[in-house]
């Protein structure tokens, strides 16, 4: 009887999952869906889940498109300045807050910790008038150098959590051997965080890919729109039809290097869950 209702159980179980990643899948789905629909199939008054005949013209124009490859090319150069230099200052103000000890330590960590209860759209407006005095409004310099300074509380905490559990002995042994601080950092702790550091840098990868907000405000020109401006402003085309085939295929093409990204960080992530003791 205890065997059979473990296998009912472990059958909802399934059910429950399965029905939640369908959920979970259906955007996807209907984003694909539509890419590969005509106009008129996108904005006919009944739902077409699947296209009779499939087409692949949206892609077609939307490769063609100058500014669409150009805004393309504007994301992943903004976003390989700035992933790189978000992590390596997280890495070095993490290294600080765990490894070495100074004065004063412990507090300048919790007023950064507190820098977390502000919310964000409180700072827009200084910030804003803060790039404008230094003529940073209209480049890419906001979006990118601002987290040379390790941005990111949240992300800095997450960092300093695991190199706080390597032991102290490695340091003390390197120490004797003649190594520097930055010897230490790069050479031995560096090597010993990679997973909760692939970790971190998916989700700053996530966060700076789809980012809509700041670089509408900071980017005020056409050959500098990030794929997620560009998007919105192909939605905002003053046409009686919109041309949601299009829109879509554009929105496939910006989903396709997260896929990739998560494809291959997969296993850093499941490593750093389990390095961390969390257990579900």
């Known amino acids: 009887m205890k065997k059979a209702w473990l296998i009912i159980r472990s059958a909802l179980l399934y059910l429950l999952l399965t029905f939640a990643s369908m959920v979970m899948c259906f955007p996807l789905f209907w984003m694909i869906s539509s890419s590969l ?8 008054p009944g739902i077409i889940w699947i296209p009779p005949h499939p087409t692949l013209q949206a892609y077609i124009d939307i490769l063609h498109n ?4 150009r805004a393309y090319f504007n994301s992943v150069f903004y976003v390989t300045l700035a992933l790189a230099g978000t992590l390596i200052s997280i890495a070095a103000v993490a290294y600080a807050f765990s490894r070495v000890n100074w004065p004063g330590r412990n507090l300048v960590f919790f007023l950064m910790l507190s820098t977390m209860m502000i919310p964000p759209q409180a ?11 230094i003529n940073w409004v209209g480049t890419f ?15 800095v905490f997450l960092l300093r959590q695991s190199m706080a559990q390597i032991p102290k002995e490695l340091d003390e042994s390197a120490i004797v051997d003649g190594a520097s601080h930055f010897q230490i950092w790069w050479e031995i702790t560096m090597p010993l965080v990679k997973a909760p550091l692939a970790t971190i840098a998916t989700f700053l990868f996530v966060g ?15 050959d500098k729109y990030t794929l997620p401006v560009y998007i919105a402003t192909l939605y905002n085309i003053n046409q009686t039809v919109q041309p949601w085939p299009t829109i879509m295929a554009a929105a496939v093409l910006t989903t396709v290097p997260l896929m990739i990204v998560f494809f291959f960080a997969q296993r850093f992530i499941l490593e750093s869950v389990v390095i961390s003791g969390l257990k579900g």
């Open 37 to 44: 629909k005509t106009v008129a199939e996108t904005n006919s």
């Open 66 to 69: 100058t500014d669409f490859l």
């Open 123 to 133: 700072l827009i407006v200084p910030q804003y008038v803060f790039f404008n005095k």
């Open 141 to 155: 310099n906001p979006l990118i150098i601002p987290g040379y300074f390790a941005g990111g509380a949240a992300m």
């Open 208 to 222: 700076l890919w789809n980012s809509l907000l700041t670089p509408l405000m900071y980017l005020q020109t056409i």
